[in-house]
C-alpha cells in the first residue's frame, strides 16, 4: 500500500538542523490531516514500507518564518504565581482564535517578562532522514477522529 490520504503511516526519522540532531524516532500518523509537518508530509506522498529518503524541508513548508513581532515583553503577573519565571521556560497562552498558544520565556526583568510566540524552529530549514516502516487504512475511528488510535481503540 501506498502513503496516500486517510491512510496510517509509519516513520522512522532523523531531524538534523545544521547538522545537529533535533529529534529523532518512530512516528504513526495520519495522512493528509495536518498531524506533521507540510513539507514532510508532501515528501512522503506515494511512498511504501522500505522506502527510505532525506528530505530538506524549507521554513515556508515546516514551522514558517520568524515574525518578530511574536517577541514582546509582558507583565510578571500575567504568569502563575506559584511559579519562579526563568529563561527556557515555556507556558501556553490563549492566542487570537482562542487557541493555545505556546511561548517561551527569553528573559526576566524585575516586573517585566519578554516572550517569544514563534515556533523554537521557525525560520530554520529541516533536514529529515526518514525510512517508511508500515502503511495501512486508517479505521473509521481514527478518519472521524483525525489522528491514529492505538492498540485497543482510544478514549477521548
Given at each position: 500500500m ?11 526519522y532523523?531531524?538534523t538542523?545544521?547538522g ?25 506522498e ?9 528530505v ?5 513548508k515546516?514551522?514558517g ?5 511574536g517577541?514582546m ?16 521556560m515555556q507556558f ?19 516586573d517585566?517578562?519578554?516572550v517569544d ?5 521557525a ?8 525510512e ?12 472521524d477522529?483525525?489522528?491514529v488510535?492505538?492498540?485497543?481503540g482510544?478514549?477521548h
Open positions: 501506498k502513503v496516500t490520504q486517510d491512510a496510517v503511516v509509519s516513520i522512522r532523523t531531524l538542523v545544521d545537529q540532531v533535533l529529534d529523532q524516532g518512530d512516528l504513526d500518523y495520519l495522512h493528509g490531516h495536518g498531524n506533521i509537518i507540510q513539507g514532510l508530509e508532501e515528501a512522503l506515494g511512498k511504501q514500507a522500505g522506502d527510505s529518503m532525506s530538506v524541508i524549507p521554513p515556508e515546516a514551522y518564518e520568524r515574525n518578530e513581532e517577541v515583553v509582558v507583565p510578571l503577573q500575567a504568569f502563575p504565581q506559584d511559579s519562579e519565571v526563568q529563561p527556557g501556553y497562552a490563549e492566542g487570537q482564535d482562542g487557541r493555545p498558544l505556546p511561548i517561551t520565556v527569553l528573559e526576566v526583568n524585575g517585566e517578562v519578554t510566540s514563534n515556533h523554537p524552529l525560520g530554520e530549514t529541516l533536514n529529515f532522514a526518514v517508511v516502516t508500515g502503511v495501512r487504512p486508517a479505521s473509521q475511528e481514527e478518519l477522529h483525525g489522528h488510535h492505538g492498540p485497543g482510544h478514549n
